[in-house]
């Protein structure tokens, strides 16, 4: 790997907002209009049926900015599990107690009907019960469990609301923010970037940066020089769950991360 570094430009990303999500997460006693939910922040939890794996494990996180995060695990023989994570936005449906999450991504909306504040099930697409004996509902587990933005290994899991794409990559495009030094770490595809960090509330400031100077080619290259090019706009910061979400000055989501075990 060679020595030099270059500093990452500052240049500005103009990205049409895929999921509006404020960086901020008020607090709240409970939500209003026709779901039942009781206090919020809440997590619900369950497997459901699923047509060709052994089940579906979703985990759903209700915020009181009527923000909701969603993590799906169809399972499969270890380690063949896929996962699948959406952001977006919660509202009460028109039908009692009915409750309408639409994907900040692509605009699908998805229907569950809460029963009681313990119990979520899960609606087909017309808003209709699903008659089945199979069990199609979450159950309330808490409240969300947030992993520390600090010391943990973030992985890239979208760029500007895509999933990146990548040619013959040497590394994993990632981010750890050290709490010993304010120091961040990380990767692109090709190369290693470092600089400092600080925080302030749900505010976040990446400074400093710089990163070697290996080649990179094709899909490669060009996501890595965006990825950079994003962390130096980064402003402010949400986690939901074992996500990331870093937002530029004017709320646009930047980049989404995944907590993953260190390497």
Not at 17 to 38: D, K, Q, W
Not at 136 to 161: I, K, N, Q
Not at 192 to 202: A, F, K, N, P
Not at 229 to 238: E, G, I, P, S, T
Request: hydrophobic residues 35%; charged residues 20%; glycine residues 10%.
């Amino acid at each position: 790997m060679g020595n030099f570094v270059k500093p990452l430009t500052a240049a500005v990303v103009l990205v049409a907002l895929t999921a509006c999500v404020s960086p901020s997460s008020p607090e709240g006693a409970s939500a209003g209009g026709g779901a039942a939910l009781g206090s919020l922040p809440v997590r619900y939890q369950g497997k459901l049926p699923c047509a060709d794996c052994a089940g579906i494990r979703y985990v759903l996180n209700l915020y009181r900015d009527h923000v909701y995060a969603l993590q799906r695990t169809y399972l499969g023989a270890p380690p063949e599990h896929k996962r699948f994570f959406e952001m977006g936005r919660w509202h009460a449906g028109s039908s009692p107690r009915t409750l309408v999450l639409v994907d900040g991504g692509d605009g699908k909306a998805q229907r569950w009907r809460s029963a009681d504040t313990g119990m979520l099930a899960k609606l087909d697409r017309d808003g209709h019960r699903i008659e089945s004996s199979l069990n199609y509902s979450l159950e309330r587990t808490g409240r969300p469990v947030e992993t520390p933005l600090a010391d943990t290994y973030w992985r890239l899991m979208r760029l500007h609301g895509s999933k990146p794409a990548s040619e013959g990559s040497r590394e994993t495009p990632h981010i750890v923010l050290r709490a010993k030094g304010s120091r961040v770490v990380g990767a692109g595809f090709c190369n290693q970037l470092s600089g400092q960090y600080s925080r302030d509330g749900d505010t976040l400031r990446l400074a400093k940066l710089a990163s070697t100077r290996m080649a990179c080619v094709g899909a490669s290259n060009h996501v890595e020089n965006e990825f950079f090019k994003a962390l130096d706009n980064v402003a402010a910061y949400r986690i939901l769950g074992e996500h990331l979400v870093l937002y530029d000055a004017g709320n646009q989501q930047l980049a989404v991360f995944r907590a993953t075990p260190m390497h």
